[in-house]
């Protein structure tokens, strides 16, 4: 399978190595403005991987096809184009991507943050009659690390991988063919209903901004000198992550999705292997993007879904407010709301109908 994985972070060129290992042809692209974020692995031409004890994955070198800063060479004859950036970098790349892209084309998103629904309203908008495939996860696909200092550039290093996560495309009608392909790479991926599922089923929005926002004296002081998880995730800050996936959920039921049960976040992440690797160390400011992105591209949009369906939101407003004060910004404004998605003065049932057959 000929692929193109779009980024050069954690997930993108982790993604990248482990598709290689699988046997695909992997073209890896950052753009111009990041090429310093694949620099080593354009003159190597290759990442190692490596795992932990908490990974199960194929590990060693990985020899990319291309490594290039050119979106149009890089997804020039591939069947699936990976997408793996932060949501705040989504539209800089569909914009470069969608005039770019070829006929019968399947981009992913990874994790999708409402993406799925920009870049299939970007193509409508430019009037795209190119059969392009519009998907996008739930989550990553790995939790991972690239270029850490004891192992350096180039070299990636998986702590563990999801064992489940879902997908959806847009319109909904194509999730299962786009399951089948992801599933061949990634059989752990589960259809969703669509792609309003997939974006609510984020769960680094509900989790980050709490853990932050909440160890925000411990974070400046230490500048993140402490572990993250383990140490950070008390008892007080599980109930408020909580809180918020209560109010996520009772949002998913409205919108006619089955929420996923779940234990108190406390109690979950006492099995969770991952939360003492050296890795997880705390942000080392609150300008993160466990903030800058997790709160304006998710919680906002969950509290704008939130006011449609009449389903108070107070644990994810306080935290867009604090947020929002604490990095003096205003995520409100930034915030990806539902007038940004084109969805302004519609009803629920509107809204649904676009996720199900497309814009």
């Not at 993406?115 to 739930?138: M, N, P």
């Not at 408020?240 to 996520?248: L, P, S």
């Not at 939130?306 to 995520?331: C, F, H, K, Q, R």
Request: charged share 20%.
């Amino acid at each position: 399978m000929k692929i193109a994985v779009l980024g050069g972070g954690n997930s993108a060129q982790t993604m990248a190595a482990d598709l290689v290992l699988e046997g695909a042809s992997v073209n890896l692209c950052d753009l111009p403005e990041f090429e310093s974020s694949i620099a080593h692995v354009m003159k190597t031409g290759a990442i190692e991987k490596y795992g932990s004890t908490g990974s199960t994955g194929k590990t060693g070198h990985a020899p990319l096809n291309k490594v290039t800063t050119s979106i149009a060479d890089a997804i020039d004859g591939v069947e699936i184009v990976f997408l793996a950036v932060p949501a705040y970098g989504h539209m800089t790349f569909y914009e470069a991507l969608a005039d770019c892209l070829q006929d019968g084309q399947t981009v992913v998103t990874i994790p999708g943050c409402w993406g799925a629904l920009r870049l299939s309203r970007l193509l409508k908008q430019r009037g795209s009659t190119k059969r392009i495939t519009v998907a996008e996860t739930s989550q990553c696909v790995h939790v991972c690390r690239v270029a850490e200092p004891w192992l350096g550039p180039g070299k990636v290093r998986v702590i563990a991988e999801r064992k489940s996560f879902q997908i959806a495309a847009i319109p909904a009608k194509e999730t299962d063919s786009v399951r089948e392909l992801v599933a061949s790479l990634y059989p752990q991926v589960k259809s969703a209903t669509n792609v309003l599922e997939t974006s609510l089923n984020n769960g680094n929005f509900i989790v980050h901004a709490p853990m932050v926002i909440m160890n925000a004296g411990w974070i400046e002081h230490t500048n993140g000198d402490f572990m993250f998880y383990r140490d950070g995730a008390t008892r007080s800050i599980g109930g408020v992550i909580d809180a918020i996936a209560a109010e996520r959920d009772t949002i998913s039921a409205k919108l006619g999705f089955t929420p996923m049960p779940a234990a108190p976040y406390i109690d979950r992440m006492k099995d969770v292997e991952w939360v003492n690797d050296p890795c997880e160390t705390a942000p080392p400011s609150l300008q993160h993007r466990y903030v800058s992105e997790d709160v304006p591209y998710g919680l906002v949009p969950i509290a704008g879904f939130g006011d449609l369906l009449d389903v108070p939101t107070p644990a994810a407003d306080s935290m867009i407010v604090l947020s929002s004060i604490s990095n003096e910004s205003d995520y409100w404004k930034e915030g990806l709301t539902l007038e940004k998605l084109g969805f302004g003065g519609l009803s629920a049932q509107e809204i649904l109908e676009i996720a199900n057959k497309g814009y």
